[in-house]
């Protein structure tokens, strides 16, 4: 994934890219200086293997105290990240025409206690008690590319309740605890409003968290959602034409099987040769039903289904279907499914970033540090998405895609 994997052709595309895709970027960054650690900083991101050390990036740039330079831009210089990541943010938005915006809650877990928001936790995919950062991630998702636009740390009260924690840390005054399905909210209401993006349908796997509560906190700030849920949630059908009748309260995974007999192909099975990569293989069933649930929705009217179940499987034979809650309620099944499966685009997407732009590696002490670095990581994650799916013709209106590493020629962003 290293620059360094490309040929010489190639990387004299992707360097002329690269600058250009800085410049534009970082283009609030009003010192040359914060310019050049940025890039640096971005450019160890992108080509160094394994972990993503301070020293290890420092060392790509030759000089007398890079690498005390370097750890201060990270760590102490007041550049607004924000205004970064709803720069980055538009230039996505024209490049890969999002139709949902992902939220994943993410658990990085580190073997110390200082760094900033590290606490020992029960981790439900762990199956134990864990050291480790709990962040919510927010993405732009299409069926063919995803980016991490914002990033939001879960601060526990044993850090936002320590005066002496929060001043080593820097913490900011506002900054409070809060829980994953509040600020999952409070971050998307956010974006759709201060940062100007177009409201969105929100997809977030559901399944290890208070669903009731994602629910109500969504639908209070009036934002569309599709929650991927547990089979064995409760629901009550509320549409008389299905067999089981009106009211009855059964799982949903019992009621979407209850359905397969009506359901219909909503996607075309996946062409011979096509990559692994989620929405190839998107041959599938699904079915949908107005339903009435136990979780309270602000927006509600009293005996009226606020919600719709959704059901999907890949072939006829499968027995365990995938199953979604949402508050749009006039779409069809197949629309539905698309702007679920975003939710697959993302997972595979962040195994690129946890694994390979060091999301995860972050060790410092400072809250404004933590947010610099997964800044610049989302920036490392967008550069490989721009240049490999076509997105240069964002940045060179002119240039056909095909003159790009892994451009489709013929796209326009």
């Not at 929650?227 to 067999?243: A, G, K, W, Y």
């Not at 939710?343 to 540090?369: I, K, N, P, Y």
């Amino acid at each position: 994934m290293g620059v360094s994997s490309f040929s010489s052709e190639q990387e004299k595309v992707s360097s002329e890219f690269f600058a250009r895709f800085c410049g534009m970027v970082f283009s609030s960054l009003k010192r040359r200086d914060q310019r050049r650690w940025a890039r640096l900083y971005l450019r160890g991101l992108l080509s160094i293997e394994g972990r993503k050390t301070m020293r290890g990036i420092a060392s790509l740039e030759s000089g007398p105290a890079v690498e005390q330079s370097l750890q201060q831009f990270i760590s102490q210089s007041p550049w607004g990240w924000i205004t970064v990541r709803r720069t980055l943010a538009g230039f996505v938005e024209q490049a890969i025409r999002p139709i949902a915006l992902v939220v994943e809650p993410l658990v990085i877990p580190k073997s110390g206690d200082h760094t900033v928001g590290v606490e020992r936790r029960f981790v439900r995919k762990l199956g134990r008690l864990a050291n480790c950062q709990q962040v919510v991630g927010v993405w732009l998702a299409s069926e063919q590319a995803a980016c991490p636009i914002d990033w939001r740390l879960i601060l526990p009260e044993s850090w936002t309740g320590d005066p002496g924690r929060r001043r080593r840390a820097g913490i900011p005054d506002d900054e409070v605890s809060l829980s994953v399905e509040e600020c999952a909210a409070e971050v998307v209401a956010a974006i759709t409003g201060a940062w100007g993006l177009r409201q969105r349908p929100v997809v977030v796997d559901a399944r290890e968290i208070d669903i009731g509560r994602m629910i109500f906190e969504f639908s209070a700030r009036g934002i569309p959602f599709v929650l991927r849920v547990p089979e064995s949630i409760p629901v009550s059908p509320s549409d008389p034409r299905i067999p089981l009748g009106t009211g009855r309260r059964i799982q949903a995974g019992q009621l979407i099987d209850a359905l397969r007999d009506v359901s219909r192909i909503v996607e075309s099975p996946k062409s011979a040769g096509a990559a692994q990569r989620p929405g190839n293989d998107r041959a599938g069933y699904a079915v949908s039903a107005r339903v009435h649930t136990p979780y309270r929705s602000s927006t509600a009217e009293p005996g009226e289904p606020a919600l719709t179940l959704l059901g999907a499987w890949t072939v006829p034979e499968q027995r365990s279907a995938s199953v979604w809650l949402t508050n749009i309620n006039q779409a069809p099944p197949g629309m539905l499914l698309r702007i679920a499966r975003t939710a697959e685009r993302v997972a595979w997407e962040r195994a690129g970033v946890t694994h390979h732009l060091g999301l995860r590696d972050f060790e410092g002490r400072s809250f404004r540090g933590w947010h610099h670095h997964v800044t610049l990581v989302s920036v490392a994650h967008a550069f490989w998405t721009l240049l490999s799916e076509g997105g240069n013709q964002f940045l060179y209106p002119t240039t056909p895609a095909a003159a790009v590493p892994g451009g489709r020629a013929g796209r326009t962003a």
